[in-house]
Structures are given as C-alpha cells and as structure tokens.
C-alpha cells in the first residue's frame, strides 16, 4: 500500500493500492502540477521510482526540479516522457530514463515511452514507485475524449502490473462536464482542488474510501 498522508492529511490516503489511479482535479492555476510533483517526491525521498510525463515543460526541466525537491535523489530513480516534440537538451537530464514524443496527441508513443520508463527503473530496482501525467487537459486539445479515456485505462492496467500508482492532472475549467464525466470514469478516485475564500486553496478527496470527504485547507 502508498500512504499519501505527508503530502495531503486525509484518512482515505493512507492505504492507496498499488495499481491505482487518481485524477487531480481543478481550476487552472489552482497548485495540480505542485501537488502531483510533491505526491512523486515523497515516494522518492523513501527509495521508490517516479515517471513524469510532460506536456508541457522539457524533460531537463523536470529532472532539474526534481533534483531541488529530492536532493538526495539517484537520477535513475527518475523517468520522463517529454511530449513537447523538440528533443530537448539531453546534458541536462544526466542518468534519467527519458524517452522524447512528437507530440501529446501521440499516445502511442507516450505509451512506449513510460513502457520503456517502467522498465528502466524495475531494472535500477525500484520495484514500487509513483507515475504524474501533466496534464490531460493538453492531450485533449490534440485529440478526442474517448480516446483519451481509453489510453488512461489501458495505462492503469499497466501502473497495476508495475504495482505503481498514478496521478493524473485536469484543468476542470477547460472542458465540458460531459468530457469531465467521460475521463473520470478511468479513475479509481480524485482529488479536488479549489481555491478557498480568503486566499489559500482547499482539497477534497472522492472515491478511494467510502464517501467524499469534506473539503480541508491544504
């Protein structure tokens, strides 16, 4: 089991299966990519692998905020699958799994990539770990709701043959509730964000553990 209570102090935290799949929730700018980093960084200060796919920043970037949030990390305990589609600066990730994709509408190749990410670190010997897509919400730009869904289950079966658990961000203001509703259905639970009254952000957990829970500073 991945206890998630030193990042986020909630109860139906504390017994994550390996295998599962949370949806991280929220308005843009709302702390998703922060929250899904420090779930990752937690795992690796106690010796488990991390993948990060990215849509978004390079993979020399990811590893670099990595190294600031694990200092005492081994870069082989790091995987990225880089979807930006230029390459990127390949001095900057050092001994990281990383694997470059054309696009965020190539899901074939980003499933190749975390295939061979997984793979790189089972045989560095992190046999439990913790995989974050950032985010959906740019996949959907390149390519349909129901496809999307489809490549989020199929990638849950493959956290769960690696006993990892993955997180998985959502830009909630982006997308209609259909296409919501759609995605989440290939979620075992999510987490909520929101911003709070008065400044700061609040969370709330669904789905791994009974009821919802209520809504907490974070």
């Known amino acids: 089991m991945y206890d998630l209570t030193s990042v986020l102090e909630f109860d139906a935290l504390s017994q994550v299966r390996p295998g599962s ?12 990519q922060r929250l899904a980093y420090d779930i990752l960084a937690d795992g690796m200060d106690g010796g488990d692998g991390a993948v990060v796919v990215t849509t978004g920043d390079g993979a020399g970037d990811v590893v670099e905020e990595f190294r600031s949030l694990v200092p005492e990390m081994n870069d082989a305990q ?36 975390i295939t061979k990410a997984l793979e790189g670190l089972h045989n560095a010997g992190n046999d439990r770990g913790r995989l974050a897509l950032i985010s959906l919400s740019t996949m959907l730009t390149y390519t349909d709701k129901k496809t999307v869904f489809k490549f989020c289950h199929v990638l849950s079966s493959r956290l769960d043959s690696a006993g990892y658990i993955g997180v998985f961000t959502i830009d909630s203001g982006a997308h209609d509730d259909q296409t919501l509703q759609v995605i989440k259905q290939a979620f075992d639970g999510m987490i909520d964000v929101r911003d709070a009254e008065g400044g700061g952000r609040e969370a709330r957990v669904l789905g791994l553990s009974g009821e919802p829970t209520d809504w907490q500073r974070i």
Do not use: E
């Open 21 to 32: 799949s949370i949806l991280i929730s929220g308005p843009a700018m709302s702390g998703k």
């Open 78 to 113: 790091l995987g990225v699958i880089d979807c930006r589609g230029d390459g990127g600066d390949q001095d900057a990730v050092g001994n990281a799994h990383t694997h470059h994709v054309s696009s965020p509408g190539d899901l074939t190749g980003i499933g190749i990539g």
